[in-house]
């Protein structure tokens, strides 16, 4: 392929799946499929495929309304799943309205 500029810095920088932002990946909230389902990685260190968002609440938001974080992880995101997001939404912004 071809050439690439070098990059002054190596720092992992991953995507938010919402806002399409990159970050550095200890910015972003990491989620991961387990077999019990889609959850919060808060050491970015689980096994499997991981869906990153920024912390920005309309991010959430918009993932879960669109599937977003389901077609990242290619799977379907159960009401477990979006409940437990909604339990991590309201620790990021207590005053949050529910998503469903
Ligand atoms: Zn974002």
Same mark, same amino acid.
């Given at each position: 392929m071809g050439t690439q500029p070098p990059r002054p810095r190596r720092v992992p920088v991953r995507t938010c799946i919402a806002c399409r932002k990159t970050e550095g990946k200890? $910015? %972003?909230?990491?989620?991961? /499929?387990? $077999?019990? *389902?889609? &959850? %919060?990685?808060? *050491?970015?260190? &689980? $096994? *499997? /495929?991981?869906?990153?968002?920024?912390? &920005? %609440?309309d991010c959430w938001q918009t993932a879960l309304q669109r599937n977003l974080l389901g077609r990242a992880l290619r799977c379907e995101i159960s009401a477990e799943d979006i409940q437990r997001m909604e339990t991590h939404m309201k620790k990021l912004a207590p005053s949050a309205p529910a998503i469903s």
């Amino acid at each position: 392929m071809g050439t690439q500029p070098p990059r002054p810095r190596r720092v992992p920088v991953r995507t938010c799946i919402a806002c399409r932002k990159t970050e550095g990946k200890r $910015a %972003l909230h990491r989620f991961v /499929r387990t $077999a019990s *389902g889609v &959850e %919060l990685d808060p *050491g970015g260190k &689980e $096994a *499997g /495929r991981g869906a990153y968002l920024c912390a &920005e %609440l309309d991010c959430w938001q918009t993932a879960l309304q669109r599937n977003l974080l389901g077609r990242a992880l290619r799977c379907e995101i159960s009401a477990e799943d979006i409940q437990r997001m909604e339990t991590h939404m309201k620790k990021l912004a207590p005053s949050a309205p529910a998503i469903s």
